[in-house]
């Protein structure tokens, strides 16, 4: 069974990818089956080292919005791809939009080893 730390890396890790193309979205959201049905509106994939995504779990505390959880945000800016459902887009055929960003971003963590599990924003 893939745990919730694995379904991060599925949905939101793409380390070796350093420049993105307008499909990439659509892509990359059918190739790591993360499209659901109602199609997700809003998914980010993070383009920096796993070992930089993980470190933000031991530091950077910072208040969750909505979750008992502990929320971490990252020290430094990271590359991210937002993907955001257009408009009008019915599953199955779910249509994003790519919009290659830098920003501090927020996840939670669980476990031990204490990792990742949750993608809550970027700011
Ligand atoms: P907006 O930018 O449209 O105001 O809000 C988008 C929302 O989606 C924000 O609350 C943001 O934190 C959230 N968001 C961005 N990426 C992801 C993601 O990968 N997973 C989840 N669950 N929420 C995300």
């Known amino acids: 069974k893939e745990t919730q730390a694995d379904e991060f890396l599925r949905q939101?890790?793409?380390?070796?990818?350093?420049?993105?193309?307008a499909s990439y979205c659509n892509t990359m959201m059918k190739l790591r089956n993360v499209m659901g049905e109602p199609c997700k509106p809003v998914n980010t994939f993070i383009h920096e080292p796993l070992r930089d995504?993980?470190?933000i779990?031991?530091?950077g505390d910072v208040p969750c919005k909505n979750t008992k959880s502990d929320c971490h945000q990252s020290s430094?800016?990271?590359r991210i791809t937002d993907c955001r459902?257009?408009?009008g887009s019915?599953?199955?055929q779910c249509d994003y939009e790519?919009?290659?960003k830098r920003k501090y971003i927020i996840v939670t963590c669980e476990g031990n080893p204490y990792v990742p599990v949750h993608f809550v924003g970027s700011v």
Request: hydrophobic letters at 30%.
């Open 76 to 78: 430094s800016k990271m």
């Open 85 to 87: 459902l257009k408009k």
């Open 90 to 92: 019915i599953y199955p």
């Open 12 to 21: 939101h890790m793409d380390p070796d990818t350093s420049k993105v193309t």
């Open 53 to 55: 995504v993980q470190a």
């Open 98 to 100: 790519t919009q290659q």
């Open 57 to 59: 779990c031991l530091k």
